[in-house]
């Protein structure tokens, strides 16, 4: 479980690890793999050893950095956000916490917004809230179109993204643009005919928003078959607001998630279970918009993989931060502090299928988070405190 030493300097060893959580159970104890006592090397971006720290190996040159009995785990892997938009929406927001309910249609504004802003300031604001992300944790983080809803500004939204992370999604149907209002049909047809052909050469994955006042399970399925077609893999926005065939339509298509899963049947929940498509919660969107909460008991008692992601965007979930998250999975959703870690890190990996993030094993990018408390427990144990003390991303200390 380790590469010899190279050249001194080479290696960064972290050391004095009070808990450690490694995400590998053939390495630790439990689900989490967690190791007490532990220590980690890393050098090249990558892990080359853990393991307790009496058996750290000889040859270890380099820096040392001493956590004093602090914990750590994998940096956190958010698989849903919308970062690349303009404007805010601090109004609806102010409304709908005095009663006003949500609906999709609060997207229309921030489209108004997202295309009269120049590349330049949706970069610096795509750039701030991966900054801020990455401040509590986040070290992997997936983002989408979805503001621009036309050719050029869909085009523009994934490059602009594409600055900052590898996850980029075309959510070509987020919803009917105002130029399309009535005619859902004639834009699915665009999206598919013009707008997939030439922004998919730029994206990893298409996106749809399965939901009534949005689109319906055939125009659904016809943006992520174009999708496919193209090259890109399908994850799907599904059963937010109501029932609907989001569930089933995304393990129809293998999807790789399904995102939201607010509303679902038994039989939504056995076909996720068999499945290989995440079910990725939100809470925070349940939170920011007063929804309910997902059963996430039924779905783990299932034997479904279940993420959690935060979903920043403008309009129903304006937060970075993925503690916030676990807390409220822990405390709304009935997870277990374990359960709630595990999701924000090897389960938002594998909602974007990667299985070199969300762990802490050899060979995997040094991604790894130190909490100013001896437990990963402290995160759902101490809400809203900032916690996340130290950040490596790719080897580096940020």
Same mark, same amino acid.
């Given at each position: ?10 290696? +960064? &060893? ?7 959580? +490694?995400?590998?159970?053939? &390495? ?29 190996? @000889? ?28 404007? @805010? ?5 102010? #409304? ?12 229309? =504004? +921030? ?25 509590? *944790? ?12 036309? &050719?050029?500004? @869909?085009? /523009?939204?994934? @490059?602009?993204?594409?600055?900052? =992370? ?6 070509? !149907? ?7 209002? *009535? ?38 399925? !016809? ?21 609907? #065939? ?42 920011? +918009? /007063? ?9 783990? $008692?299932?034997?479904? =993989?279940?993420?959690? #992601? #935060? ?26 502090? $374990?359960?709630?870690?595990?999701? !924000?890190?090897?389960? *938002? ?7 070199? &993030? ?38 580096? /200390?940020?």
């Amino acid at each position: 479980m380790y590469d010899a030493p190279g050249p001194a300097g080479r290696w +960064t &060893v972290i050391d004095n690890i009070g808990t450690l959580v +490694t995400n590998d159970p053939e &390495v630790g104890a439990g689900p989490l793999g967690v190791i007490q006592d532990a220590a980690v090397v890393i050098g090249d971006g990558v892990v080359h050893w853990v393991g307790p720290r009496s058996r750290i190996p @000889e040859g270890s040159a380099g820096s040392r950095y001493d956590l004093r009995g602090r914990a750590a785990l994998p940096g956190f892997v958010d698989s849903h956000s919308h970062l690349v938009f303009g404007g @805010e929406r601090a109004e609806e927001f102010a #409304a709908r916490m005095t009663g006003a309910p949500y609906g999709a249609g609060g997207i229309r =504004t +921030t489209i108004a917004a997202t295309r009269a802003a120049s590349d330049a300031e949706l970069g610096a604001n795509v750039g701030r809230l991966v900054a801020e992300s990455l401040h509590s *944790g986040t070290t992997t983080i997936e983002t989408k179109s979805g503001y621009g809803q036309s &050719v050029p500004d @869909e085009l /523009r939204s994934l @490059e602009v993204a594409a600055e900052h =992370t590898d996850e980029t999604t075309l959510l070509a !149907a987020h919803v009917t643009p105002p130029e399309f209002a *009535g005619r859902t049909d004639d834009y699915v047809r665009m999206v598919i005919d013009e707008m997939i052909p030439k922004c998919a050469p730029h994206a990893k994955w298409i996106d749809v928003f399965c939901e009534e006042g949005a689109f319906d399970a055939d125009q659904s399925r !016809a943006v992520l078959e174009a999708g496919i077609a193209a090259g890109l893999t399908p994850r799907v926005h599904g059963n937010q607001l109501s029932y609907g #065939a989001g569930v089933q339509l995304a393990v129809e298509l293998n999807a790789a998630s399904v995102d939201h899963v607010t509303y679902t049947r038994d039989a939504d929940v056995e076909a996720l279970a068999a499945s290989g498509t995440v079910a990725t919660l939100l809470p925070g969107a349940d939170f920011s +918009t /007063r929804n309910k909460y997902p059963d996430a008991r039924a779905l783990l $008692d299932a034997g479904a =993989t279940v993420a959690l #992601a #935060a979903d920043c965007n403008p309009g129903t979930c304006y937060t970075t931060s993925i503690p916030f998250c676990i807390a409220l999975a822990v405390r709304e959703m009935h997870m277990s502090p $374990d359960e709630a870690v595990w999701a !924000a890190t090897a389960g *938002g990996a594998a909602a974007l299928r990667r299985t070199d &993030v969300g762990r802490i094993t050899v060979g995997a990018r040094a991604d790894l988070i130190a909490l100013d408390a001896p437990s990963y427990v402290h995160l759902a144990y101490r809400p809203g405190v900032p916690l996340v003390r130290e950040v490596w991303k790719d080897g580096h /200390r940020r």
